[in-house]
T-cell receptor
Framework: GNSVTQMEGPVTLSEEAFLTINCTYT??????LFWYVQYPGEGLQLLLK?????DKGSNKGFEATYRKETTSFHLEKGSVQVSDSAVYFC?????????????FGTGTQLKVEL | DSGVTQTPKHLITATGQRVTLRCSPR?????VYWYQQSLDQGLQFLIQ???????AKGNILERFSAQQFPDLHSELNLSSLELGDSALYFC?????????????FGPGTRLTVL
């Protein structure tokens, strides 16, 4: 079945540091890939997505490129802010039965300090 | 605000009881998904409905059931509750059935079983 392996946290960075959160996946077919962010006490918000190989998703300074050859979708940001502190989830969407579902990684907690 | 609403926000109940969680999808969305988030299992897909019909099923216990009504809102029924059912339950919606579509998440219902 489909699976997502995500970098263990927590990750602690200083403001303006470079961020990378690694994500690799195993899937059959041609999944779509997503990064969601969860702030404390809130639901999941879509951060970015990519639906085919070599697509780059980007939003709010975050980027991730769908790499089929390495089955990866690493999240990057050039300069993090304190407000980026949250839990980040990598997910893939694939067909299952007559529908579809998201398969999530375990989440990576990011803490950004001044 | 994703446009997906869930009620109630919090539920505290006792073992053996039955509860109903409610979800209203974004306007126009036909697909509704239910996910469970717990510390030990992470984010797990439970079930998907599309325009009133069940389309995909995940690791949903037999004690749990769901339905989607003609107005497209959905309910998740949890019965014979056990301590291990304590978790955050998310509803998500998307406009179609395609796996490339973004799923938009509600704020969740936090269930505590005592």
């Amino acid at each position: 079945g489909n699976s997502v392996t995500q970098m263990e946290g927590p990750v602690t960075l200083s403001e303006e540091a470079f961020l990378t959160i690694n994500c690799t996946y195993t899937a059959t077919g041609y999944p779509s890939l997503f990064w969601y962010v969860q702030y404390p006490g809130e639901g999941l918000q879509l951060l970015l997505k990519a639906t085919k190989a070599d697509d780059k998703g980007s939003n709010k300074g975050f980027e991730a490129t769908y790499r089929k050859e390495t089955t990866s979708f690493h999240l990057e940001k050039g300069s993090v802010q304190v407000s980026d502190s949250a839990v980040y989830f990598c997910a893939l969407s694939g067909v299952t039965g007559g529908g579809n579902k998201l398969t999530f990684g375990t989440g990576t907690q990011l803490k950004v300090e001044l | 605000d994703s446009g997906v609403t869930q009620t109630p926000k919090h539920l505290i109940t006792a073992t053996g009881q039955r509860v109903t969680l409610r979800c209203s999808p974004r306007s126009g969305d036909l697909s509704v998904y239910w996910y469970q988030q717990s510390l030990d299992q992470g984010l797990q897909f439970l079930i998907q409905y599309y325009n009133g019909e069940e389309r995909a099923k995940g690791n949903i216990l037999e004690r749990f059931s769901a339905q989607q009504f003609p107005d497209l809102h959905s309910e998740l029924n949890l019965s014979s509750l056990e301590l291990g059912d304590s978790a955050l339950y998310f509803c998500a919606s998307s406009d179609r059935l395609a796996h490339i579509d973004t799923q938009y998440f509600g704020p969740g219902t936090r269930l505590t079983v005592l």
